[in-house]
């Protein structure tokens, strides 16, 4: 029965299938974090930008 259970447990870490979506959402959910924790500076920086940008074309 145990042996059973860890061939079971040995087989499931070794299948690869669908660990590619599992990568990208890994991926995915880093870069959320990141943007979420950087978003502050961000729309400090994109505002920034745009000023510079509306103030350029408008002289």
Known sequence: MMSKLIQSIKQFINDEEGMGAVEYAI????????????????KTAISTAIGKVTTAVGS
């Open 27 to 42: 991926i995915i959910a880093v870069m959320a974090a990141a943007i979420t924790a950087l978003w502050p500076t961000l």
